[in-house]
Antibody, heavy 122, light 110 residues
Framework: EVQLVESGGGLVQPGGSLRLSCAAS????????MSWVRQAPGKGLEWVAN????????YYVDSVKGRFSISRDNSRNSLYLQMNSLRGEDTAVYYC???????????????WGQGTLVTVSS | QSALTQPASVSGSPGQSITISCTGT?????????VSWFQQHPGKAPKLMIF???KRPSGVSNRFSGSKSGNTASLTISGLQAEDEGDYYC??????????FGGGTKLTVL
């Protein structure tokens, strides 16, 4: 059974940093691209970042470029999101999602974690 | 990276059919057969309902179907049931390995 479990969320002040983690199990982690998707309170879903299977390619939504960094450790079956220079508008539930890649591009998100809440506030 | 356009809300009675539209541009929905749809219940993670415009994952009811014409994709739910109530989001590949979601549609079963 595919499982994705996020952790690392919490309350952080504007301008601060936070690192989210996602522990994957139930599938061959090294064979799949992964993503982070976020959802602000009462709002819709927003794709944040993609990383391919071997971390050689990374892509970001414009609003987080230069502030967020996606990474993975295939030896630990783990996905990460380093978030720096956090702003109030980054407040959201952050979901880890597996990407079904349809060469040469991402197709859809087929499995999701339960999410971790990040609150940016003073 | 502009969000796809969905109606804010739709409603229907049990047994009826409803359709949710998802309008993008020639840079996303109109250029790729990579539209997916997600169902989300309050406090829960999104669930994949349709992928590659028309395909259903194993375990998803055949009451759910997808289509696309030009820059607009659609999700149709037939034989509406109370358990179908929730939020629905479309998602499309948008080029350069990026993806974009719609703003979401709240489905109410009357």
């Amino acid at each position: 059974e595919v499982q994705l479990v996020e952790s690392g969320g919490g309350l952080v002040q504007p301008g601060g940093s936070l690192r989210l983690s996602c522990a994957a199990s139930g599938f061959t982690f090294t064979s799949f691209s992964m993503s982070w998707v976020r959802q602000a309170p009462g709002k819709g879903l927003e794709w944040v970042a993609n990383i391919n299977h071997d971390a050689s390619d990374k892509y970001y939504v414009d609003s987080v470029k230069g502030r967020f960094s996606i990474s993975r450790d295939n030896s630990r079956n783990s996905l990460y999101l380093q978030m720096n220079s956090l702003r109030g508008e980054d407040t959201a539930v952050y979901y880890c999602a597996r990407v079904y890649w349809i060469e040469p591009r991402p197709g859809h998100f087929d499995y999701w974690g339960q999410g971790t809440l990040v609150t940016v506030s003073s | 990276q502009s969000a796809l356009t969905q109606p804010a809300s739709v409603s229907g009675s049990p047994g009826q059919s409803i359709t949710i539209s998802c309008t993008g541009t020639s840079s996303d929905v109109g250029s790729y057969e990579l539209v997916s749809w997600f169902q989300q219940h309050p406090g829960k993670a999104p669930k994949l309902m349709i992928f590659e415009v028309t395909k259903r994952p194993s375990g998803v009811s055949n009451r759910f179907s997808g289509s696309k014409s030009g820059n607009t994709a659609s999700l149709t739910i037939s034989g509406l049931q109370a358990e179908d109530e929730g939020d629905y989001y479309c998602c499309s590949y948008a080029g350069s390995s990026t993806l974009v979601f719609g703003g979401g549609t709240k489905l109410t079963v009357l």
